[in-house]
Protein backbone atom coordinates (compact mmCIF):
# COMPACT_ATOMS: atom_id res chain seq x y z
CA UNK A 1 0.00 0.00 0.00
CA UNK A 2 1.50 3.73 -0.72
CA UNK A 3 2.38 5.58 2.09
CA UNK A 4 4.95 6.22 4.33
CA UNK A 5 6.84 3.57 6.16
CA UNK A 6 8.85 3.70 9.55
CA UNK A 7 11.52 1.54 10.74
CA UNK A 8 11.55 0.33 13.35
CA UNK A 9 8.83 0.51 15.11
CA UNK A 10 9.83 -0.28 18.71
CA UNK A 11 13.63 0.20 20.21
CA UNK A 12 15.42 0.35 22.93
CA UNK A 13 18.68 2.01 23.36
CA UNK A 14 21.21 2.49 26.20
CA UNK A 15 22.58 5.98 26.92
CA UNK A 16 25.58 7.30 24.47
CA UNK A 17 24.16 4.33 21.89
CA UNK A 18 23.52 6.00 18.26
CA UNK A 19 20.64 4.47 15.98
CA UNK A 20 18.95 6.09 12.98
CA UNK A 21 15.37 6.19 11.80
CA UNK A 22 14.35 5.05 8.52
CA UNK A 23 11.73 6.86 6.87
CA UNK A 24 10.81 6.34 3.16
CA UNK A 25 7.40 7.54 1.09
CA UNK A 26 6.24 5.84 -2.24
CA UNK A 27 3.65 8.87 -3.16
CA UNK A 28 6.32 11.30 -4.64
CA UNK A 29 5.75 13.87 -2.50
CA UNK A 30 8.52 16.44 -2.31
CA UNK A 31 8.53 17.21 1.35
CA UNK A 32 9.08 14.89 4.35
CA UNK A 33 9.34 15.78 8.14
CA UNK A 34 10.39 14.45 11.63
CA UNK A 35 8.32 15.01 14.29
CA UNK A 36 8.40 14.00 17.93
CA UNK A 37 5.56 13.29 20.01
CA UNK A 38 5.46 13.12 23.92
CA UNK A 39 2.42 13.51 26.09
CA UNK A 40 1.05 16.76 26.92
CA UNK A 41 2.80 18.46 24.23
CA UNK A 42 1.49 17.22 21.40
CA UNK A 43 4.14 17.12 17.92
CA UNK A 44 7.15 19.41 17.81
CA UNK A 45 8.88 19.33 14.97
CA UNK A 46 12.33 17.97 15.12
CA UNK A 47 13.65 18.36 11.12
CA UNK A 48 12.39 18.57 7.89
CA UNK A 49 13.09 18.79 4.23
CA UNK A 50 11.65 21.03 1.53
CA UNK A 51 12.62 18.97 -1.24
CA UNK A 52 15.73 16.32 -2.33
CA UNK A 53 18.82 18.04 -1.17
CA UNK A 54 17.53 20.43 1.34
CA UNK A 55 16.84 20.14 5.56
CA UNK A 56 15.92 22.68 7.76
CA UNK A 57 16.12 22.84 11.31
CA UNK A 58 12.35 22.61 13.27
CA UNK A 59 11.52 23.45 16.60
CA UNK A 60 13.81 20.91 18.74
CA UNK A 61 16.53 19.67 16.35
CA UNK A 62 19.39 19.47 19.47
CA UNK A 63 20.60 15.83 19.57
CA UNK A 64 19.51 14.92 16.35
CA UNK A 65 20.70 14.85 12.40
CA UNK A 66 19.27 13.86 9.29
CA UNK A 67 19.99 12.77 5.80
CA UNK A 68 17.62 13.30 2.94
CA UNK A 69 18.94 10.50 0.96
CA UNK A 70 16.79 11.04 -1.96
CA UNK A 71 12.90 11.99 -2.76
CA UNK A 72 11.80 8.82 -1.49
CA UNK A 73 13.62 8.85 1.80
CA UNK A 74 14.39 11.03 5.17
CA UNK A 75 16.35 9.31 7.81
CA UNK A 76 16.99 10.75 11.65
CA UNK A 77 19.82 9.69 13.60
CA UNK A 78 20.67 10.12 17.18
CA UNK A 79 24.12 10.58 17.67
CA UNK A 80 24.36 9.83 21.45
CA UNK A 81 20.92 8.60 23.00
CA UNK A 82 19.99 11.01 26.13
CA UNK A 83 17.00 9.74 27.92
CA UNK A 84 15.24 12.61 27.63
CA UNK A 85 14.74 11.50 23.66
CA UNK A 86 12.87 8.63 24.75
CA UNK A 87 9.42 9.88 22.70
CA UNK A 88 7.58 8.26 19.62
CA UNK A 89 8.91 9.90 16.57
CA UNK A 90 6.56 10.14 13.82
CA UNK A 91 7.93 10.35 9.53
CA UNK A 92 5.27 12.33 7.65
CA UNK A 93 5.19 13.93 4.17
CA UNK A 94 3.21 16.03 2.01
CA UNK A 95 3.07 16.75 -1.84
CA UNK A 96 3.20 20.89 -1.27
CA UNK A 97 1.88 24.13 0.73
CA UNK A 98 -1.63 22.91 0.20
CA UNK A 99 -2.26 19.80 1.37
CA UNK A 100 -1.75 18.20 4.99
CA UNK A 101 0.69 15.53 5.89
CA UNK A 102 0.47 11.59 5.82
CA UNK A 103 2.15 10.22 8.48
CA UNK A 104 3.88 6.56 8.99
CA UNK A 105 2.79 4.66 12.01
CA UNK A 106 5.83 5.89 14.54
CA UNK A 107 8.33 4.46 16.07
CA UNK A 108 8.32 4.17 19.76
CA UNK A 109 11.94 4.92 21.23
CA UNK A 110 12.80 4.73 24.69
CA UNK A 111 16.50 4.90 25.99
CA UNK A 112 17.43 3.68 29.29
CA UNK B 1 4.72 32.94 17.13
CA UNK B 2 2.19 30.68 16.34
CA UNK B 3 0.54 28.61 18.66
CA UNK B 4 -2.43 26.31 19.49
CA UNK B 5 -4.24 25.60 22.13
CA UNK B 6 -6.29 22.68 23.00
CA UNK B 7 -7.41 23.31 26.69
CA UNK B 8 -9.30 20.17 26.98
CA UNK B 9 -6.44 17.58 27.84
CA UNK B 10 -9.02 15.10 28.42
CA UNK B 11 -13.44 14.39 28.12
CA UNK B 12 -15.32 11.20 28.82
CA UNK B 13 -18.63 11.05 27.66
CA UNK B 14 -21.56 8.54 27.62
CA UNK B 15 -22.02 6.88 23.69
CA UNK B 16 -24.75 8.71 22.00
CA UNK B 17 -23.51 12.14 23.41
CA UNK B 18 -22.52 15.09 21.27
CA UNK B 19 -19.01 15.94 22.09
CA UNK B 20 -17.06 19.72 20.92
CA UNK B 21 -13.71 19.80 20.99
CA UNK B 22 -11.80 23.35 21.39
CA UNK B 23 -9.05 24.16 19.19
CA UNK B 24 -7.47 28.24 19.81
CA UNK B 25 -4.87 29.75 17.12
CA UNK B 26 -2.49 32.43 17.09
CA UNK B 27 -0.74 33.19 13.93
CA UNK B 28 -0.46 36.79 12.56
CA UNK B 29 -0.39 35.36 9.04
CA UNK B 30 -3.47 36.09 6.42
CA UNK B 31 -3.25 33.31 5.08
CA UNK B 32 -2.90 30.04 6.88
CA UNK B 33 -4.57 26.37 7.05
CA UNK B 34 -6.05 24.62 9.96
CA UNK B 35 -5.93 20.80 10.73
CA UNK B 36 -7.24 18.13 12.61
CA UNK B 37 -6.06 14.93 13.08
CA UNK B 38 -7.19 11.82 15.06
CA UNK B 39 -4.89 9.52 16.87
CA UNK B 40 -6.84 5.91 17.54
CA UNK B 41 -4.98 3.53 20.54
CA UNK B 42 -3.69 2.01 17.66
CA UNK B 43 -1.15 5.24 17.57
CA UNK B 44 -1.35 5.90 13.83
CA UNK B 45 -2.20 9.84 13.07
CA UNK B 46 -5.15 10.65 10.36
CA UNK B 47 -6.54 13.32 8.89
CA UNK B 48 -9.64 14.25 8.88
CA UNK B 49 -9.92 17.86 7.82
CA UNK B 50 -8.07 20.99 6.47
CA UNK B 51 -9.63 24.35 5.97
CA UNK B 52 -7.92 27.49 4.73
CA UNK B 53 -8.17 30.88 6.38
CA UNK B 54 -10.12 32.20 3.66
CA UNK B 55 -12.88 30.12 3.74
CA UNK B 56 -15.17 30.28 6.91
CA UNK B 57 -17.94 27.61 5.86
CA UNK B 58 -18.74 24.98 8.75
CA UNK B 59 -18.09 21.82 7.30
CA UNK B 60 -20.00 18.91 7.81
CA UNK B 61 -18.99 15.49 7.19
CA UNK B 62 -21.55 12.52 8.44
CA UNK B 63 -21.32 12.65 12.50
CA UNK B 64 -17.96 14.90 12.23
CA UNK B 65 -18.30 18.68 11.79
CA UNK B 66 -15.88 21.77 12.46
CA UNK B 67 -17.01 25.58 12.88
CA UNK B 68 -14.41 27.98 12.07
CA UNK B 69 -14.58 31.41 13.40
CA UNK B 70 -12.02 34.19 12.62
CA UNK B 71 -12.70 36.48 15.23
CA UNK B 72 -12.23 34.33 17.78
CA UNK B 73 -9.45 32.46 16.34
CA UNK B 74 -11.21 29.04 17.25
CA UNK B 75 -11.49 25.86 14.88
CA UNK B 76 -13.74 23.75 17.10
CA UNK B 77 -14.72 19.87 16.41
CA UNK B 78 -17.87 18.50 17.36
CA UNK B 79 -18.98 14.82 16.91
CA UNK B 80 -22.61 14.50 17.14
CA UNK B 81 -23.70 10.96 18.43
CA UNK B 82 -20.68 9.71 19.66
CA UNK B 83 -19.72 6.00 19.17
CA UNK B 84 -16.99 3.94 21.31
CA UNK B 85 -14.66 4.08 17.70
CA UNK B 86 -14.76 7.98 18.20
CA UNK B 87 -12.34 7.47 21.47
CA UNK B 88 -8.99 8.51 20.25
CA UNK B 89 -6.72 11.94 20.89
CA UNK B 90 -7.61 14.43 18.86
CA UNK B 91 -4.89 17.09 17.25
CA UNK B 92 -5.92 20.26 15.91
CA UNK B 93 -2.40 21.66 13.97
CA UNK B 94 -1.64 25.18 12.03
CA UNK B 95 -0.43 25.90 9.15
CA UNK B 96 1.55 28.67 7.41
CA UNK B 97 2.57 28.25 3.91
CA UNK B 98 6.09 30.21 4.70
CA UNK B 99 8.85 28.35 3.59
CA UNK B 100 8.69 27.47 -0.23
CA UNK B 101 7.71 24.03 -0.85
CA UNK B 102 7.37 23.26 3.12
CA UNK B 103 4.13 23.07 4.86
CA UNK B 104 5.32 23.28 8.91
CA UNK B 105 2.44 22.48 11.20
CA UNK B 106 2.40 23.32 14.81
CA UNK B 107 0.57 20.99 16.93
CA UNK B 108 -1.87 21.38 19.66
CA UNK B 109 -1.51 19.27 22.83
CA UNK B 110 -4.17 16.51 21.82
CA UNK B 111 -7.41 16.20 24.08
CA UNK B 112 -8.15 12.53 24.82
CA UNK B 113 -11.45 11.80 23.47
CA UNK B 114 -12.85 8.65 25.37
CA UNK B 115 -16.69 7.25 24.55
CA UNK B 116 -18.11 4.75 27.21
CA UNK B 117 -20.91 2.47 26.19
Redesign the interface.
Known amino acids: NAGVTQTPKFQVLKTGQSMTLQCAQDMNH??M?W?RQDP??????IY????EGTT?K?EVPNGYNVSRLNKREFSLRLESAAPSQTS?Y?C?S?P????????G??TRLTVV | AQKVTQAQTEISVVEKEDVTLDCVYETRDTTYYLFWYKQPPSGELVFLIRRNSFDEQNEISGRYSWNFQKSTSSFNFTITASQVVDSAVYFCALSEPRIQGAQKLVFGQGTRLTINP
Open positions: NSYYGMGLRLYSASDGVFASGQLYGYTFSG
